[in-house]
């Protein structure tokens, strides 16, 4: 079974807090749960303890992979967890030709991916490569330099690319590799919780093949049928990329099913309860009882 988590807003929408609790919930009640973010990257400038994660696994590792592996019990691999997660970081206005330039390179996450992480499954070959791009290192202060260079120090399989590079396998052009992994975990576990990038509506081809969506908004998550999902998925894309395909775009063409209630959290690594997540837990059941 798959369920897949996308946010209606661009940002901070609360798919990973959504994710993990439903992981957790599911964990409680006897199930193989597991969680599988595709694509991923964390701002360096807002949580600068990536870097010593990062440094301590010996790879790149991104705060949203991070949190789903450890509501996955640590039962695979961070990176087969994460396929591809990057960090992202602040650049300097004079490192470009204009402040148009540089307003335009804040909202193109492939010109601020100064380091990146592919993990190539199948897993009988797994190895991670990690992705230098120079573009974007000429873009940072000293200090920063100096930390990403750190922390190079200590990485493995290291290739320079470019803002192109970047661009291509975040367009979708590591679709194929990522859902390699995808698979092995389907193949491995009862349930699969796939947490979507920003509001994507599918990180990848195999994504949109689901049993449940689920669209994050803060204080509401809504259900839609995965059938219906993917079927307007289907109909928005004409290039078979879905992850062009925004998740406010899908809302109107699908009817969801029912709406939860989501409180606002205070905690560190805040999970909703299963009270919360009652309803949506009840209806999961059902699906899996079904012949």
Not at 112 to 124: D, E, M, Q, V, Y
Not at 263 to 291: A, G, R, S
Request: hydrophobic share 40%.
């Amino acid at each position: 079974m798959k369920i897949l988590v996308s946010g209606l807003l661009e940002e901070n929408s609360g798919k990973t807090v959504l994710a993990s609790s439903l992981i957790n919930s599911l964990t409680s009640q006897g199930y193989d749960a597991i969680g599988f973010k595709p694509l991923g990257a964390t701002e360096l400038w807002q949580h600068p303890e990536a870097l010593s994660e990062s440094k301590k696994y010996k790879m790149v590792v991104t705060n949203d992979s991070l949190i789903l592996h450890k509501f996955s019990r640590e039962k695979e691999p961070i990176s087969i967890i994460n396929p591809f997660g990057g960090l992202l970081v602040p650049i300097l206005p004079e490192k470009l030709r204009n402040l148009s330039s540089f307003n335009n390179a804040l909202y193109m996450p492939n010109m601020r991916l100064a380091i990146s992480r592919l993990t190539i499954c199948p897993i009988s070959s797994v190895h991670n490569l990690h992705l230098i791009n120079m573009n974007a290192m000429d873009r940072i202060s000293k200090n920063m330099e100096y930390e990403l260079l750190d922390l190079i120090s200590v990485l493995g399989n290291i290739a320079k690319v470019d803002d192109d590079y970047i661009l291509n396998i975040i367009s979708g052009g590591a679709s194929g590799e990522i859902d390699k992994c995808l698979s092995y975990l389907e193949g491995r576990h009862e349930i699969v919780v796939i947490e979507s990038n920003s509001n994507v509506a599918s990180p990848t081809s195999l994504s949109s093949i689901v049993d449940l969506a689920i669209v994050v908004t803060p204080g509401e998550a809504m259900i839609i049928d995965g059938n219906r999902y993917r079927k307007a998925i289907e109909l928005l894309t004409s290039n078979g990329k879905p992850w062009m395909i925004k998740t406010q775009e899908i809302i109107q063409l699908t009817n969801y099913m029912f709406s939860i209630d989501l409180p606002l959290l205070e905690d560190q690594l805040p999970v909703y309860n299963n009270d919360i997540l009652n309803y949506l837990l009840e209806y999961i059941k059902e699906i899996k009882q079904k012949p």
